[in-house]
Nanobody
Framework: QLQLVESGGGLVQPGGSLNLSCAAS????????IGWFRQAPGKEREGVSC????????NYADSVKGRFTTSRDNGKNTVYLQMNSLKPEDSAVYYC???????????????????WGKGTLVTVSS
């Protein structure tokens, strides 16, 4: 069974860093685009970043550009989201997701993803 499991969330002060992990089980990540998404209370789920199957293409939401970096280690079947210079507005539940139908970065959006992890909570507060 295809599963994604996020980890690495927690409470961090503004300006701090966290490194989220998205581990896959039941399938090999090598051929899948992986997206990171987040949802704050009362807000819609939004895209944060996306990484192609090879890792050669990445994109980011404007709100996180220059602060967040996504990477992958296909040998470990894991994708990462390094978050630096965190702000209170980054607080949310962070999800990783993939699509079993679309394998290119342009389809890396809430609309096309059909496999989701359960999320990990990130709280940025002093």
């Amino acid at each position: 069974q295809l599963q994604l499991v996020e980890s690495g969330g927690g409470l961090v002060q503004p300006g701090g860093s966290l490194n989220l992990s998205c581990a896959a089980s039941g399938f090999t990540l090598d051929y899948y685009v992986i997206g990171w998404f987040r949802q704050a209370p009362g807000k819609e789920r939004e895209g944060v970043s996306c990484i192609s199957s090879s890792g050669g293409i990445t994109n980011y939401a404007d709100s996180v550009k220059g602060r967040f970096t996504t990477s992958r280690d296909n040998g470990k079947n894991t994708v990462y989201l390094q978050m630096n210079s965190l702000k209170p507005e980054d607080s949310a539940v962070y999800y990783c997701a993939t699509s079993t139908f679309y394998s290119s970065v342009p389809y890396c959006s809430v609309t096309y993803m059909n496999r989701w992890g359960k999320g990990t909570l990130v709280t940025v507060s002093s």
